[in-house]
């Protein structure tokens, strides 16, 4: 299982639009809304909760007044200032940190967990969501930013899903370094702005520091696209893909309000063509990628499971730039004579037929390379009339094993020929005249010098 997180070094960037979006067009995936402190991805998701759990962390001191004896040691020790000339604690102040309750001389202070928030399973129209709400001013965000990744894996495993795509805290603080450790990837959106480009530097560090590999995209590049070209150039000196530009397109706004994703509510539209664009992009790329290292040695056969009509169009897109290979749907595949058909189109090729027999001419001798050298003595197929004489070498200096060539003994090629070098791999048997077997000298090297050249 893969864990997608997106982030933005601060808010309002347009993160959750775009996981929105990516939800409706991702398949087999858990839905995460990490972003707890101000959980919104429910607005557009509209999940209907199958489980609801209290979300207990951190402690707040409360005194006993039946008990306490008023000695005024719980306001001496603590730094806060979070216990009243009364002795009442005010509960915005208390840190948490314990002082009081360990050295009240009485034991008169309770120190009980706190219960912070909640969390939660839902089922969407687009898969299982795992998604919380914190308290008003409640602290440890990080630790439920941490437990939803949890739950939302353990969906994923239970449900044999392929995908946790999560939506991430902005900044860099304890909720978003809570929500990288351990992720497939992260893709952080930008916006082009001065401190949007500030910001995106900032996050793009924790993710180097974590070790997460990290993707960009650009929302609303079209406002400033001179900014917006500065944040690719620099996701580009730090190795950081870049995925696309998403244009400022007012159908976001429109599509929160009915509650749906840029891509169901309108599919043709720049910003929906957009992200589904950044969407499929990374399998096509990849395949680009792969075409370029391996050339001709490489083809794609995709199989698709499903009918999803984006994911047809991704594959098909992937052969088309293999420029071999095919592309076949489950169905296809489902039948022993389909299989074996799918086999045998990656596996087997079609024996080529065997070529006419060659009828020589009594007494002819073939020179397939045209350099006097018959070709059942030619030791360089291939080379040209000239290029080097073939019938005897003289050897040079035997002491470090060197052959020559004196320069009377080359034909003189034409201008246009090129070869400086013939290696010569020498077969079982082949003797230089003075007793050098296979074995000491197997290799030959004969090196010729063309007129004109140094």
Request: proline share 6%; glycine share 10%.
């Amino acid at each position: 299982m893969k864990e997608v997180v997106v982030i933005s070094g601060k808010g309002g960037t347009g993160k959750t639009s775009i996981v929105s979006a990516f939800a409706s067009l991702a398949e087999s995936k858990v839905l995460c809304d990490a972003d707890v402190d101000a959980a919104d991805l429910h607005l557009i998701m509209a999940p209907t909760i199958k489980e609801r759990h209290d979300f207990e962390s951190g402690h707040t001191a409360k005194i006993d007044p039946d008990k306490c004896t008023l000695c005024g040691r719980c306001r001496d020790l603590c730094r806060w200032d979070a216990i009243s000339e009364d002795f009442v604690v005010d509960e915005m102040d208390c840190e948490g940190c314990g002082v009081c309750y360990y050295f009240c001389p009485e034991k008169a202070i309770a120190f009980p967990i706190n219960t912070c928030g909640e969390w939660y399973i839902s089922d969407t129209r687009f898969g299982p969501m795992a998604h919380a709400r914190l308290g008003i001013a409640e602290e440890n965000s990080g630790k439920l930013v941490a437990l939803i990744r949890r739950e939302g894996m353990k969906l994923a495993e239970e449900k044999n899903l392929d995908l946790l795509l999560t939506d991430g805290p902005p900044g860099v603080g304890c909720p978003v370094i809570a929500s990288l450790g351990g992720a497939s990837a992260v893709l952080i959106v930008a916006e082009p702005t001065v401190s949007g480009k500030h910001d995106m530097e900032r996050v793009s560090e924790l993710a180097v520091f974590f070790k997460v590999p990290a993707m960009l995209c650009v929302n609303k590049f079209d406002i400033n696209p001179g900014m917006g070209k500065a944040i690719e150039a620099f996701a580009k000196e730090k190795n950081i893909r870049v995925m696309g530009r998403v244009p400022f397109d007012p159908a976001f706004t429109h599509a929160m309000v009915e509650g749906k994703t840029i891509v169901e509510f309108g599919e043709q539209g720049e910003g929906s063509r957009a992200v589904k664009a950044i969407w499929g992009r990374p399998g096509k790329k990849s395949a680009a990628n792969l075409k370029t290292q391996y050339g001709n040695r490489i083809c794609f056969y995709a199989l698709q499971i499903g009918v999803d009509p984006d994911g047809k169009k991704l594959l098909e897109q992937v052969v088309e730039t293999g420029q071999c290979g095919t592309y076949v749907t489950g169905d296809q595949v489902t039948s022993p004579e389909g299989m074996a058909d799918f086999v045998r189109r990656i596996f087997l090729k079609k024996a080529p037929s065997k070529p006419a027999p060659v009828v020589v001419e009594k007494g002819v001798i073939l020179d397939s390379d045209g350099d006097g050298v018959p070709d059942n003595l030619d030791k360089c197929p291939g080379t040209p009339m000239g290029a080097v004489e073939q019938k005897t070498l003289d050897p040079g200096d035997a002491g470090d094993r060197k052959y020559s060539l004196p320069r009377s003994r080359l034909r003189v090629p034409d201008q246009g020929v090129k070869i400086r070098h013939c290696v010569l791999h020498a077969p079982f048997g082949l003797s230089d005249g003075r007793g050098l077997s296979p074995v000491q000298n197997p290799l030959l090297l004969i090196t010729y010098f063309m007129p004109g050249l140094s």
